[in-house]
């Protein structure tokens, strides 16, 4: 049984910490290959639209967005004729194979028929057109991920023979805080390589329509994510008979998750040699780089009031590792999604721990402030809102470890794994020392 | 170099759209002879943004958004986070009223309430802006009715501001907020007066807090305002108060930061509270500081004391700037335009303090028509820059640093001596002559005496260094191979969250249409 917080003057106020449903299906359709948008909106959702792509770091050249840029008069008398041309215009200029035709909150509540249009329109335009209901007001970023990933869906085609042994697909990785997610995308697919398993599609990551439309194909989808996703994977199985695996594990995030994830994938494909192999080296890697480098940590972390304030996929890898591996006492720990599947995970965990940190689903910048004001902690792990909230209510340190980030990347860093946990160590054991270090040096006290 | 040979003896005659005089291109905007539309992939954030930014500068309030909560994160994310970052600002909400397909179709208003009074009760602000959005905008709730209704119910004050995305040209949201404030401002009192006689404010600024570690050019001119012996009252929307808004009018004069957005607000304030507006081009270079200082001294009765700080401003530079002037007289500069009133004020610096020839590139037709105040008071003034439009300007793109602008910049180049013509602008561009980046964060103040020797060195260096060609690695980072159409101001997540770009637009205004067209 999770332990709740309450929050007074929440319920119709919020100050959100993740974007709305556009950018969520931003962040799908920025992970498909040869494609372009057609956003049927005011010039600002294009900024949306941007952060989307910006997630998946996509460089300047492939980025192909237009925007219908709708003023008053249109959103009167409507503006399907603007519309078409700009759907035309941009197939000649795009060349996609496949072009989303999105409606935002506007273009969704004055009621633009974008489906009509599209399909009277397809026999003129090269790109396959597909029409999208997007409007801001449709949920979350984790909501839009997921009407993104229904309309993936679309695309996938029956696969009437035996499932390809040894495939799986990876789902939603970009449903992550890390700042450099394909980080740990790459590392999922280098163990599954190992186990002599191949990544049939990523949905989506780099992939193209054709490999989303043999996904029906894989024997197995893995979830990377507990925010969202769950309906995605229920159709995998119902329509075409894919799957899930792992979903109810936590994410391989410190050294026991990992193996526990490691352990129950080779479990499932009949390489448990492997997986132990892995586990083996990886464990020799962390504690012997941490042995020649980080043997501070253990006086350093033991016994620190933590809080966690991330989304659930973080949230919920980084407790076990804390807790257990770190010695710290994981006290607060903040959600910004509200899955019912995500709790049941977390719960899941904090049970076999045996502690019960406060917790909160869903929350939003006032409430991580109050939560952390309220409580005697010594660090926050979190991302560079955390960081300030940290320093507005006394809590001396804040790890700078998620999106959005203070930090500035130049190499992948996967989050996820051995490797990972150094990565992530390496982050916290900066923080630190930067936290402790003297702001004010009284020089007199010298001479 | 006579005019005629920049462009004839280039052989680009064919991708020049325009050359001449400002005024001249001016005049072509004006009688619709000259395409004023601002192409797609020029973009720029819509009407809730700019206002957003605006009311961003504006301490203890809270910005409340009336709609789904993707306009508030978006707005948050862009702004406030760079204030916390840049200027060591605390963590700042963008509160929403969250809405949902529920509220989208019976209303939300209700909503709207209970959030007011939630706010109200948990941040505690001087004021709340309620912000709208598209979608209640199109659902039409009826926001004033709700703020009227509630203000006796809340300690804050309150103001609706009707900013959807698609009420207009992003300009605009700029231009309602600087509007709208002057409303919470009092009209003042001959004790008002007297008690702020010494005051000016800064006006026209946007988003929030002064940058702490660097020497940013609104930095300067406080500086340059309390060496004359006055003080700032207020740099508006610049991290100001409530109580230094309500204040503000009381103040001596009015000096614009922003040539244009300072006159928006500057004019408002003038029309309803008769305070005066000290409003010339930015203060780039000798000349136009010290026709900004004047004209803010003679409202603080402190003529005199502005005469004795030029001197000593100048003093204090005189030997290394003239030392530097003397290498820059008689050359050229081509200074990119995209950036329209800098791009300008960085002319007349150029003409009259350095002695050097200015030709404006790719100054966009657009901002003949959007920028039509400034550019009105700049003829006024004597100053009539040659400008030079290129075919690239007015195509799809990101013209300051694609691949289009970039070919004709190149050709239209050509062999030029790079020790005698530089080209002020972005330094994704990759000219063969000398280039000098004054967005570079180094480079300030750019305004003022000290601005003017930083900008004289810059040129100076760019001169001594031009034997280095530019870095090949830079070049290939910013023109892949078939990058087509598309800019580079999304090199990186930081970059692209500044602004929304990339992105073609449809449906342009045409001269004699209507702006909400």
């Known amino acids: 049984m999770l332990d709740e917080l309450v929050f007074q003057d929440c319920t119709h106020s919020h100050d959100p910490v993740v974007g709305c449903a556009l950018e969520g299906v931003s962040n799908i359709i920025a992970g498909v290959r040869d494609i372009s948008i057609v956003l049927h909106s005011p010039q600002g959702c294009a900024s949306t639209v941007a952060l989307g792509f910006d997630n998946h770091e996509c460089d300047f050249t492939q980025r192909k967005v237009a925007c219908t840029r709708l003023f008053e008069t249109d959103i009167i008398m409507g503006a399907s004729e603007k519309l078409r041309d700009l759907i035309l215009k941009a197939d000649a200029t795009y060349k996609t194979k496949v072009m989303f035709v999105v409606g935002t909150c506007s273009a969704d509540i004055i009621g633009e028929d974008i489906e009509g249009l599209c399909r009277s329109l397809q026999p003129r335009v090269g790109a396959r057109l597909i029409p999208m209901h997007s409007g801001g007001f449709r949920g979350d970023l984790y909501a839009g991920m997921d009407i993104g990933l229904r309309t993936l869906l679309s695309f996938v085609q029956p696969w009437d023979g035996p499932k390809l042994p040894r495939t799986v697909n990876l789902i939603a990785p970009q449903a992550s805080l890390n700042p450099t997610w394909w980080a740990d995308l790459k590392w999922t697919k280098g163990v599954l390589t190992a186990m002599g398993v191949e990544t049939h599609c990523v949905f989506p990551s780099d992939v193209s329509i054709e490999e989303i439309s043999l996904a029906s194909a894989a024997s197995a989808n893995i979830l990377l994510t507990h925010d969202m996703g769950y309906t995605f994977l229920r159709e995998m199985e119902d329509k075409h008979d894919v799957p899930t695996i792992l979903s109810d594990l936590p994410l391989p995030i410190g050294l026991k998750n990992t193996s526990n994830w490691l352990r129950a994938l080779g479990e499932y494909f009949d390489a448990s040699a492997v997986a132990e192999q892995l586990i083996e080296t990886g464990e020799a890697l962390v504690t012997s780089t941490l042995r020649r480098r980080g043997l501070m940590i253990i006086p350093r972390y033991r016994n620190a009031k933590v809080a966690v304030s991330a989304d659930a996929s973080m949230t919920i890898g980084l407790v076990r590792m804390l807790f257990e591996e770190l010695e710290m006492i994981p006290d607060l720990l903040l959600v910004r999604s509200n899955s019912k599947q995500a709790r049941s995970v977390l719960d899941a965990e904090l049970s076999r721990l045996g502690i019960s940190p406060r917790v909160a689903f869903g929350v939003d910048g006032y409430k991580v402030k109050q939560a952390l004001a309220s409580s005697d902690l010594d660090a926050v792990f979190g991302s560079a809102w955390e960081k300030y909230l940290a320093e507005e209510v006394g809590t001396k340190v804040a790890f700078d470890l998620l999106q959005p980030t203070n930090r500035t990347f130049y190499r992948d860093s996967a989050y996820f794994g051995y490797e990972g946990m150094i990565n992530m160590l390496e982050i916290v054991a900066n923080d630190w020392e930067a936290a402790?270090?003297?702001?004010?040096?009284r020089w007199e006290q010298y001479q | 170099m006579p005019k005629s040979e920049i462009v004839a003896a280039r052989g680009i005659a064919d991708s020049i759209v325009f050359h001449g005089p400002l005024s001249e291109l001016y005049r072509l905007a004006k009688e619709g002879k000259i395409p004023t539309s601002l192409q797609g992939s020029h973009t720029r954030p819509c009407k809730f943004w700019t206002a957003s930014k605006i009311l961003s500068g504006i301490?203890?309030?809270?910005?409340?958004?009336?709609?789904?909560?993707?306009?508030?994160?978006?707005?948050?994310?862009?702004y406030k986070l760079t204030n916390s970052r840049n200027s060591a600002a605390p963590y700042e909400p963008v509160v929403s009223t969250n809405l949902k397909q529920g509220e989208i179709i019976y209303g939300g208003e209700r909503e709207l309430r209970s959030a007011i009074l939630e706010v109200?009760?948990?941040?505690?602000?001087?004021?709340?802006?309620?912000?709208?959005?598209?979608?209640?905008?199109?659902?039409?709730?009826?926001?004033?009715?709700?703020?009227?209704?509630?203000?006796?119910?809340?300690?804050?004050?309150?103001?609706?501001i009707h900013c959807e995305g698609f009420a207009g040209e992003y300009r605009s949201g700029f231009d309602l907020v600087f509007r709208e404030i002057t409303k919470l401002m009092d009209?003042?009192?001959?004790a008002s007066k007297a008690e702020l006689a010494g005051y000016v404010n800064i006006v026209g600024a946007k988003m929030g807090p002064e940058r702490t570690e660097v020497d940013t050019d609104v930095k300067e001119l406080v500086r340059l305002i309390e060496g004359v012996?006055?003080?700032?009252?207020?740099?508006?929307?610049?991290?100001?108060?409530?109580?230094?808004?309500?204040?503000?009018?009381?103040?001596?004069?009015?000096?614009?930061?922003?040539?244009?957005?300072?006159?928006?607000?500057?004019?408002?304030?003038?029309?309803?509270?008769?305070?005066?507006?000290?409003?010339t081009i930015l203060p780039y270079g000798i000349a136009a500081t010290e026709r900004w200082i004047l004209g803010a001294a003679q409202y603080i009765g402190k003529t005199a004391e502005a005469k004795a700080l030029m001197q000593r401003e100048y003093e204090e530079i005189k030997d290394e700037y003239e030392q530097v002037l003397s290498h820059l007289v008689g050359k050229t500069a081509i200074i990119e335009g995209h950036d329209a009133i800098k791009s300008l004020s960085i002319a007349h610096m150029l003409e009259r303090d350095f002695n050097m020839r200015a030709i404006v590139y790719n100054f966009h037709p657009w901002s003949a028509e959007a920028r039509e105040t400034s550019i009105d008071y700049l003829l006024e003034t004597g100053l009539d820059p040659e400008i030079l439009i290129t075919k690239g300007t007015l195509a799809l793109g990101k013209y300051e640093s694609m691949q289009q602008t970039e070919a004709e910049l190149l050709e239209l180049l050509g062999n030029l001596n790079p020790m005698e013509t530089v080209y002020f602008g972005s330094s994704l561009s990759f000219p063969n002559i000398p280039l000098v980046d004054l967005n570079a964060i180094l480079n300030r103040p750019r305004f003022g005496y000290r601005g003017?020797?930083?900008?004289?060195?810059?040129?100076?260096?760019?001169?001594?260094?031009?034997?280095?060609?530019?870095?090949?690695?830079?070049?290939?980072?910013?023109?892949?191979?078939?990058?087509?159409?598309?800019?580079?101001?999304?090199l990186t997540g930081k970059l692209a969250q500044d602004v929304p770009d990339c992105t073609m637009y449809a449906g342009q205004r045409r001269k004699g249409t209507c702006l909400m067209s």
């Open chain 1, 436 to 441: 402790f270090r003297s702001k004010e040096i």
């Open chain 2, 59 to 78: 301490r203890n309030s809270i910005l409340l958004t009336h709609g789904p909560s993707g306009c508030a994160f978006g707005v948050k994310q862009a």
């Open chain 2, 120 to 160: 109200d009760a948990k941040y505690k602000p001087a004021i709340i802006f309620v912000a709208t959005s598209c979608a209640t905008g199109i659902i039409g709730d009826n926001v004033d009715a709700v703020a009227t209704k509630i203000a006796p119910e809340i300690n804050a004050r309150i103001m609706p």
């Open chain 2, 187 to 190: 009209v003042p009192t001959e």
């Open chain 2, 229 to 279: 012996g006055g003080k700032v009252h207020a740099v508006i929307a610049g991290n100001c108060s409530l109580e230094e808004l309500r204040r503000a009018p009381s103040a001596a004069v009015n000096c614009a930061l922003c040539l244009d957005l300072g006159y928006a607000i500057g004019s408002a304030m003038r029309d309803a509270f008769g305070t005066p507006l000290n409003s």
């Open chain 2, 452 to 490: 003017a020797l930083k900008v004289a060195k810059c040129i100076k260096t760019s001169l001594d260094y031009a034997f280095r060609p530019r870095s090949e690695m830079s070049k290939r980072i910013v023109f892949p191979k078939n990058s087509g159409l598309v800019s580079v101001q999304s």
